[in-house]
């Protein structure tokens, strides 16, 4: 949440600084601002709404602050204080000495402000950066300003979560940062540093990315970054490359990244087939090399993850069982596993998913995992993030730089590289049938082109999306594999076109929902065909009787499925484990469609930010 661009240099900050926010603008986007280092001072500009309306309000600044050589800049999610241009960031100490950026929470804010006041120092925000900001000008000032004394004080007063870039007024050729809890990357491209939230901001400089660690500050000047941890010691610390082509994190010809990234979804696919199969064979043991007999020795398998991918887990996890796995499967939000006493230790894997590999509920619940002596394997999208450097095995989704706020091609990542996960593991353990093996892995190989063939029929969708989209909710049922995907389609609907809609196995509507049934509550029912067709189909009689609207997700040639709905979307058919893996694709397009119908904000939807780093 926030997005954060630092940049010092020779070059004109503000161009740096205020694309590099668009580019991070997902995390975070109800208010913006920038500091630069004019000629005479210290300048900010800072606005309530989108970049690009920060760029207007930057071509106002002084016409010296156009080619100001550094800079900061922010965008904002708002926690502590409402969404005023005051409370926008960057925030500045009451004598002028400080300016700051932060990403994070600070939780004891409110005991450094009111200590602070009591000492006389006026705050001017209602937010709990200023009392970071107050706080360091009081530090700086202690320690005759001494930049690395003060930061090293101030990350010793300061709990919660900070990923701090900081400009000192009388320290002209540095911006400073400092990491606890929320991600902060910097790069030397030779000429200029530069520093920011999210590692796709920086790509266009250069692909060799230092990512700052839990506890470590970092000095950015043109000449290059010294690293420190918060006990003010320099360190040594290497670059990690990263394979990221910056042309990937661009809309193309498409009117949204959602729309886009939907498309690229038979690659991401292929790619992670081809990278961990060969022929018929799981081959994940090119890049996941577990400590040896460990699969032998595990009792249990966690897996737990937040929103769309927790409902991936719950893919793999009814995948591991339909294969015959004796293990004991759980599934788990991370904000619940890690309050509740779970089970762990040396006969425990535990399998953590997170696009961003930051998001704060699955990060804590990585570390208590550990702790405990269970083994964590994480699944992300981006190397160097926090989880890839804090578990004892990283396996890395194939999706590359994903921009909407909606998951999509990181979720089809995510299913494949722990579709193959879970059957290499049930293979070292001698449970996966050589049947089995061939029969998915020949499955998944052909699932690219039913995936093209599902993306062809994206017109039908479309008018479908037309036609229901002045419902007044939707619930989604489905059994078994289809589960996860009744909650995957409906968090889609709901977080781009904001329509309440549910998500129900088809057979508990009759314990309850079914009450709130009417001809104004659409009905989405995925119904392939499996042994649970009829099954699925008198739950979806049950509704009709109701009268609700029936959309039906069914397979293709399931002809006398149409009597069953108003309007039928065919799906081709696969094995049935690996429905989720087409399916998916109208969901994600209905609830597109539906979002551009009504003229929702699909990339950047309301109230939401792409990686969610605050508990
Ligand atoms: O980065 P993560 O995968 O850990 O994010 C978890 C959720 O915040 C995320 O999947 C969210 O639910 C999606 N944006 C929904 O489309």
Not at 276 to 294: C, E, F, Q, R, Y
Not at 354 to 370: M, N, Y
Not at 430 to 440: K, T
Request: hydrophobic fraction near 40%; include cysteine; proline fraction near 3%.
């Amino acid at each position: 949440m926030c997005g954060i661009m630092g940049y010092v240099g020779e070059n004109a900050a503000s161009k740096i600084i205020l694309e590099g926010l668009s580019k991070q603008e997902y995390r975070g986007y109800d208010s913006a601002g920038i500091a630069l280092r004019c000629p005479d001072g210290i300048e900010s500009a800072k606005i309530v709404g989108r970049v690009s309306e920060l760029v207007r309000r930057v071509e106002e600044m002084p016409s010296e602050c156009a080619s100001a050589a550094s800079g900061i800049g922010h965008t904002r999610w708002a926690t502590h204080g409402g969404v005023t241009e005051t409370n926008a960031h960057p925030h500045e100490s009451v004598d002028g000495m400080v300016v700051l950026v932060h990403n994070g929470i600070i939780e004891n804010s409110r005991d450094i402000r009111s200590t602070l006041e009591s000492q006389g120092v006026k705050f001017s925000t209602e937010t709990d950066t200023e009392a970071a900001c107050q706080l360091l000008a009081v530090l700086y000032k202690k320690c005759d300003g001494d930049a690395l004394a003060a930061l090293s004080k101030l990350t010793a007063y300061l709990t919660g979560a900070f990923a701090l870039v900081i400009m000192i007024r009388d320290r002209p050729d540095e911006i400073w940062c400092v990491r606890k809890g929320s991600p902060l990357v910097t790069a030397f491209d030779g000429d200029a540093c530069y520093c920011a939230s999210d590692p796709t901001a920086l790509l266009g400089y250069t692909h060799d990315l230092f990512f700052l660690e839990e506890g470590e500050m970092a000095a950015l000047a043109s000449s290059g970054i010294k690293f420190y941890g918060f006990d003010g010691k320099e360190r040594g610390k290497s670059s990690i490359h990263l394979n990221w082509d910056s042309v990937m994190a661009d809309k193309g010809h498409f009117e949204h990244f959602m729309r886009k990234e939907i498309d690229e979804q038979p690659d991401v696919l292929r790619l992670t087939i081809d990278t961990h199969t060969i022929v018929t064979n799981v081959a994940m043991d090119k890049s996941l090399t577990l400590p040896k007999g460990l699969m032998k020795r595990v009792r249990r398998v966690q897996f737990v993850a937040c929103g769309t991918s927790f409902y991936a887990t719950l893919v793999a996890k009814d995948i591991m069982e339909s294969l015959g796995s004796d293990l004991d499967i759980s599934a788990e939000v991370a904000s619940e596993y890690r309050y509740r006493n779970v089970n762990g230790g040396e006969d425990t894997l535990a399998i953590f998913v997170s696009q961003s590999g930051e998001t704060a509920d699955t990060l804590a619940a990585a570390r208590i995992a550990k702790s405990m002596g269970t083994h964590c394997i994480a699944i992300t999208n981006v190397r160097g993030s926090t989880i890839d450097r804090e578990v004892d095995h990283t396996l890395l989704s194939m999706a590359g730089p994903e921009i909407g706020v909606a998951a999509t091609k990181t979720f089809m990542g995510q299913i494949s590289l722990l579709t193959l996960l879970a059957m290499s593991l049930l293979k070292d353990r001698g449970v996966l049938s050589a049947n089995d093996e061939a029969r998915l892995i020949g499955g998944l190989r052909s699932l690219p082109v039913s995936q093209n063939a599902m993306l062809e029929r994206e017109g039908e969708i479309r008018a479908l999306a037309e036609k229901y989209s002045d419902s007044k909710g939707f619930f989604f049922i489905g059994r078994r594999e289809c589960v996860p995907l009744t909650m995957e389609g409906a968090l889609k609907l709901k977080e781009i076109a904001y329509l309440p809609s549910e998500a129900y196995a088809a057979g508990e509507m009759k314990h309850g929902p079914i009450a709130m049934l009417d001809e104004r509550l659409t009905v989405v029912a995925l119904v392939p065909d499996t042994d649970l067709r009829e099954k699925t189909l008198s739950n979806v009689e049950e509704c009709r009787a109701r009268n609700a609207p029936i959309l039906l997700l069914a397979s293709d040639g399931d002809e006398s499925a149409r009597t069953y709905a108003d309007d039928v979307i065919f799906v081709p058919r696969t094995e049935p484990e690996l429905f989720p893996f087409i399916a998916v694709i109208p969901l994600q397009l209905f609830a597109y469609h539906t979002a551009r119908t009504l003229g929702c904000d699909i990339d950047m939807p309301r109230n939401l930010a792409k990686s969610v780093t605050v508990e």
